[in-house]
């Protein structure tokens, strides 16, 4: 059964379940440009017990993934993170611009400075058990060129 619950754009909310006690902090999404198909969101999470975030939803992109971003051979790769991120209890894992994040894929309109995105966490626990975790994360300005070099890095992927 999943339950629902909501964290505001400064706030921070317990999933209230038997297997996973996860808190969402901080949670936001880089701004886009006209053309620009792609962004990243990024968050803390922590979670209470050992639990992984198997999957993201957004009404604002056709695809959402989790992915990570890597150096190998002094160049920068990313790839979708397959089975889910692993949510060790009592650490704060950090999806941040350069390490893991959330992928939004084809976006259906731009995202501008002010913004709020609806995006559903779906964690599960030990026991399979499954959560979702509704977050509204605002839209930050668009940083110096690096959303478009997400964008490029993903059609290269």
């Not at 002010?114 to 979702?132: E, H, I, N, R």
């Amino acid at each position: 059964m999943l339950r629902h619950l909501v964290v505001t754009a400064a706030g921070l909310v317990f999933a209230a379940s038997a297997f996973a006690q996860v808190t969402v902090k901080e949670p936001w999404v880089r701004g886009t440009v006209a053309e620009q198909k792609a962004t990243g969101a990024f968050m803390q999470l922590n979670s209470a017990a050992d639990a992984r975030l198997i999957e993201v939803k957004s009404p604002v992109a056709n695809i959402v993934e989790v992915h990570e971003m890597t150096m190998v051979d002094n160049m920068m790769k990313m790839r979708a993170v397959q089975g889910g991120l692993e949510l060790p209890a009592g650490k704060t894992v950090e999806l941040k611009p350069g390490s893991y994040h959330i992928m939004l894929i084809d976006l259906k309109a731009p995202l501008k400075e002010g913004a709020t995105v609806p995006l559903t966490l779906v964690v599960q626990g030990k026991d399979g058990k499954k959560d979702s975790i509704e977050v509204k994360a605002p839209v930050r300005a668009l940083n110096a060129a690096a959303p478009a070099t997400m964008e490029q890095m993903h059609k290269a992927h």
